[in-house]
């Protein structure tokens, strides 16, 4: 059966072929021997931009006096001609015969895009600039990190009123008119306004005057990024730019760098750990980390993913860290859309390699937490 089908569709492509490239009416005295190999490439390709349903294949066929013999030459040599496409079964033989029995096909591994991994995009967009002039902030963060080389001003103004630029020396000092020296090095912003207030309160009467710090420049400092970020290296950039900006000017982490959790490690050991997820869903109220010069960021591996999906504002994939609930899932998301099921969301929950159900009230929410693989749908 299979072969009759594939010769009355040979015969309809031969038969158009023949008439359109020879221009002929009559197929009986048609010769393929005297046919050269370009001219039945070109039958062939003439032929098979047509299409001809099979019972007008073989009505064109007989009409036009196309002999069986021609007929079978022709397709010897198409077929030496025609590069042989892989065939998906062999004819005659059953498909049931080959399907195994009783076997589990295995599920497709999830391929994860990272744009689809909730903060990856903005690392991506390559449009984030971090500070590259040391005058480009004036007023420092109360966290900012003091060392060598920075340059602060102090000005005094009410009964007096006087204005000083203090420049960190190389040890750490700030000196003020020759009336006393302070080390400010290693502070953050706000603890050295505390004690040069306290030191300015010798020289002024602060009961009818008031005094302001700013920063009036900042030192360049060196920063190693390491771990699972794109461009790992060393980045020298001014003091006031945050952990975060050192992050993104390597680029962010990779696809398998953790959003999470960048240690900040200094003469050896971690002193702070950055969460890049407090930066990007909370950007007026995060705690800026600042480094020193030397120290060390380091993108750990990307710890436990969960997916939201269906009703919300930013389905996607997002990192979960220990105790963080379904709540926290449904804020990273940016909440609910109007037309959200409010009342239940579901949780689909890896279980002994298969999947179980879980319907959780969203009043309860908070008090489910999350682990890892688990999917949450909001109808």
């Known amino acids: 059966m299979l072969q009759t089908m594939r010769f009355t569709r040979f015969l309809a492509v031969l038969a158009f072929a023949l008439s359109a490239t020879l221009s002929a009416q009559n197929l009986s005295n048609i010769s393929v021997d005297q046919l050269s190999d370009a001219q039945i490439q070109q039958m062939i390709a003439r032929g098979k931009a047509q299409g001809l349903n099979e019972a007008d294949a073989e009505a064109m066929a007989t009409s036009m006096g196309l002999s069986p013999e021609e007929a079978a030459k022709f397709k010897e040599r198409a077929a030496k001609l025609t590069p042989k496409a892989p065939l998906q079964e062999e004819e005659g033989k059953s498909l049931k015969k080959a399907e195994p029995k009783n076997v589990r096909l295995a599920q497709p591994k999830e391929v994860t895009d990272s744009s689809d991994v909730f ?7 390559a449009d984030f600039k971090p500070y590259t002039q040391g005058n ?5 963060p109360a966290n900012y990190l003091i060392g060598p080389g920075d340059e602060l001003t102090v000005t005094v ?4 009123l006087v ?3 203090l420049k960190v020396d190389a040890r750490g000092f700030i000196e003020f008119s020759g009336l006393w020296r302070l080390n400010v090095s290693g502070m953050t912003f706000a603890q050295a306004e505390e004690a040069i207030l306290k030191r300015l309160a010798s020289n002024f009467n602060l009961a009818s005057n008031q005094a302001h710090l700013t920063l009036n420049f900042a030192r360049s400092i060196s920063v190693n990024v390491a771990g699972e970020v794109q461009k790992p290296g060393t980045y020298t950039l001014p003091a006031t730019n945050s952990a975060f900006n050192f992050i993104a000017a390597a680029g962010g982490p990779t696809e398998f760098g953790s959003m999470r959790r960048v240690r900040v490690v200094r003469g050896g050991k971690t002193v702070q750990t950055l969460d890049l997820y407090s930066y990007l869903t909370q950007p007026g109220t995060a705690t ?6 030397g120290d060390h960021l380091v993108v750990e591996p990307v710890g436990p993913r969960s997916k939201v999906e269906g009703a919300v504002r930013r389905p996607m994939m997002y990192e979960v860290v220990a105790g963080e ?7 990273y998301a940016g909440g609910f859309t109007e037309d959200a ?3 239940t969301v579901q949780l689909i929950r890896p279980s002994g390699g298969q999947r179980s159900l879980v319907d959780v009230p969203v009043a309860n929410a908070a008090r489910i937490e999350v682990q890892s693989g688990d999917r949450l749908k909001v109808a």
């Open 288 to 293: 800026l980390i600042y480094t020193q010069d």
């Open 136 to 140: 480009e902030v004036v007023q420092a």
């Open 119 to 125: 903060g990856m995009e903005f690392f991506q967009r």
């Open 157 to 160: 103004y009410g009964t007096a």
């Open 325 to 331: 609930s379904v709540q926290n899932l449904i804020s």
């Open 341 to 343: 099921n409010t009342v």
């Open 163 to 165: 204005s000083k630029t």
